[in-house]
């Protein structure tokens, strides 16, 4: 009994598009064509591996072994090819990432500059959200890496921490806050406050610090995204506790300002590299993790 590895990437499309027609439009094959080789991979192995159905069509227990193993094997080809293609230095590829809103906005951009220089030939794709959503896609395996600033306690996942930044608390320049250069948490707890969403880093961060849920602030809206805060702050609207790295900008123009929080001299924020523990880093993803730590020590984010 032999596996081809030709039917087995096709075997690996089908089982994850659940579709002969979407699976082929993946590997820039026709619809026949994934019917037979998947015909000639069932004849090959004596079993049945997916039922067909009018809308999908369903793996089968078989077919569930098949694919754990599969993945991994074509997994290990790619890793085998971009390896050797690091040794010619003639990295070549595509790396898929997800980021949460701070490192995905205020580090990544200067880190592809640079990686890209290093490895033209290497196509990244980025998506951003918050550290929540991005280890939920390098755990079910969309991408290969992702950049988180909490670490979430789900299982099959691996960090690695890369570079820290301060939190701090951010108000508009108006007259309430002008003089203000102080605040105790309990008085801060009814300021109008504009917080992330749950799944945020930024807010993970500061609610483990500080000991409390932001649900028992005053709370006047939720966003989900760090420019979203910043653009309501300087409105008025509330205040909120960002990274640092966020507004750099704006204190340096003096459109926004900090204020101390007593008893929290240093609200600390973290970010990590977040990979999955069943598969092993591509040399394109342990290269693009090396930019990563060279980018935040020159930013002086290691400390």
Known sequence: MQLDLRLLEIFCRVYEERSFSRAGEK???SQPTVSG??????????????ERLPREVVPTQAAR??????????????????????FLNRLEGSL???????????????????????FPKVDVRLTISDSKEVCDQVVKRQVELGCAGAQLDIVGLQYHHFASDSLVLVVPQNSRWRSVTTISVEDLRREPFLARESGSG????FEKQIGRSLDEFNVQAVLSSTNAVKEGVKAGLGVSVL????VQTELAHG?????????????RRDFFAVFNKRLTLSPIAKSFLDALESQAEELGLTA
């Open 255 to 267: 459109v926004l300002k900090t204020v101390r929080i007593e008893n929290c001299e240093t609200l």
């Open 96 to 118: 898929s990432l997800a980021a949460s809103t701070i490192p995905g906005e205020y580090l990544l951009p200067q880190v592809l500059v640079a990686f890209r220089a290093q």
């Open 65 to 86: 072994i098949i694919y754990r193993h599969g993945e991994i094997i074509l997994k290990q080809r790619q890793i085998a090819l971009q390896d050797l293609m690091a």
């Open 27 to 29: 590997l820039w094959i």
């Open 202 to 205: 930024t807010r993970l961060s």
């Open 243 to 246: 990274s640092l790295l966020a």
């Open 37 to 50: 080789h998947i015909k000639n991979l069932e004849e090959a192995l004596e079993v049945k591996l997916f």
